[in-house]
């Protein structure tokens, strides 16, 4: 298997801070997504880039791509106490629509 | 809004017991996934069907099967559960890729299966 991996495995931070999260993969890919996972539920698609894009904006989400790195980050800024959950990446290569997931991120918001 | 519906949010089975999991989506997808979820290990992709009838495996396939008789339907097989299979159990769907366009899966609520 070749999974992604984020980057940190968790992480705690107040209201209104910002937090980063990294995922770094290890094949070439053809997009990367953003899913979020509230605890116990199941996984919600936040955010879809493709490889030839380096960075996309949704709502206070911020991604971006750098596939000579293998790399991306999620940015959630002004956080919320809504925003606690865990965060996973996942990749997309050509010539098949199954995904590689990463191991996730847990953050912890705190108000 | 997209459905994914899972049969059970939570079961208990003891060993050796054949188990079905069943989950339905209201999308046309084309594409439906198992995954299994465990700690420190993130999804990990058991079966995946891209049409009626047609399955691929995974990267953990051994000790599942599954079953995609209609579009909307798609049934993973624990043909004779083990503690080891105790995980969370999802399902997700998409359409297919065409023409350089991609989609995102939606998700079922999972299955919580422990195994005794």
């Known amino acids: 298997s070749q999974q992604g991996e984020e980057d940190p495995q968790a992480l705690s931070i107040q209201e209104g801070e910002n937090a980063t999260m990294n995922c770094s993969y290890k094949?070439?890919?053809?997009?990367l997504q953003w899913y979020r996972q509230n605890s116990g539920r199941g996984l919600v698609h936040l955010i879809l880039?493709?490889?030839?894009?380096r960075e996309k904006h949704s709502g206070r989400l911020r991604v971006t791509l750098d596939t000579s790195k293998k790399s991306s980050s999620l940015l959630i800024t002004a956080s919320r106490a809504a925003d606690t959950a865990s965060y996973f990446c996942?990749?997309?290569?050509?010539?098949?629509?199954?995904?590689?997931f990463g191991t996730g991120t847990r953050l912890q918001v705190f108000p | 809004d997209v459905k994914v519906t899972q049969s059970s949010r939570y079961l208990v089975k003891r060993t050796g017991e054949k188990v079905f999991l069943e989950c339905v989506q209201d999308?046309?997808?084309?594409?439906m996934f198992w995954y299994r979820q465990d700690p420190g290990l993130g999804l990990r992709l058991i079966y995946f069907?891209?049409?009626?009838?047609?399955?691929e495996k995974g990267d953990i396939p051994e000790g599942y099967s599954v079953s995609r008789e209609k579009k909307e339907r798609f049934s993973l097989i624990l043909e004779s559960a083990s503690t080891n299979q105790t995980s969370m159990y999802l399902c997700?769907?998409?359409?297919?890729?065409?023409?350089?366009?991609?989609?995102?899966?939606?998700f079922g609520p999972g299955t919580r299966l422990t195994v005794t």
């Open positions: 997700a769907s998409s359409f297919r890729t065409l023409a350089g366009k991609e989609y995102e899966q939606y």
């Open positions: 996942a990749t997309g290569r050509y010539n098949t629509d199954k995904l590689i």
């Open positions: 999308m046309d997808h084309e594409n």
């Open positions: 069907s891209y049409d009626v009838k047609m399955k």
């Open positions: 880039i493709r490889s030839n894009e």
């Open positions: 094949t070439s890919i053809n997009n």
